[in-house]
Nanobody, 126 residues
Framework: QLQLVESGGGLVQPGGSLTLSCTTVGSTLDYHVVGWFRQAPGKERDWVSC????????EYADSVKGRFTISRDHAKNTVYLQMNNLVAEDTAVYYC???????????????????WGQGTQVTVSS
């Protein structure tokens, strides 16, 4: 399993933007599908987005489609989640997750990740 570290969370006003980052400690994200999830207070953790190991394939939950963009920079060993036009309902702890290979993307709908980060808080409020 990988040790994943998220960063970039914070407080932002409605309509604002944030970019979250996910990287690893002592290993590489190469050859891993990476997903972003979020958990709002009192709710279950929901899938947000995922990206294939090479970065050529991306998927988004309907609630964030058109507002969020997932990307990866192999040279920086980092996966990003650019979040635009944020609304109060986006308030949550955001987690990144990783799984080797692309099977989880093409055959498991980005569910069942084995490595998880500790999360970063995103609060959207005026």
């Amino acid at each position: 399993q990988l040790q994943l570290v998220e960063s970039g969370g914070g407080l932002v006003q409605p309509g604002g933007s944030l970019t979250l980052s996910c990287t690893t400690v002592g290993s590489t994200l190469d050859y891993h599908v990476v997903g972003w999830f979020r958990q709002a207070p009192g709710k279950e953790r929901d899938w947000v987005s995922c990206i294939t190991a090479a970065g050529g394939g991306t998927e988004y939950a309907d609630s964030v489609k058109g507002r969020f963009t997932i990307s990866r920079d192999h040279a920086k060993n980092t996966v990003y989640l650019q979040m635009n036009n944020l609304v109060a309902e986006d308030t949550a702890v955001y987690y990144c997750a990783a799984e080797p290979g692309d099977a989880i993307y093409y055959h498991r709908s980005c569910t069942g990740f084995s490595s998880w980060g500790q999360g970063t808080q995103v609060t959207v409020s005026s």
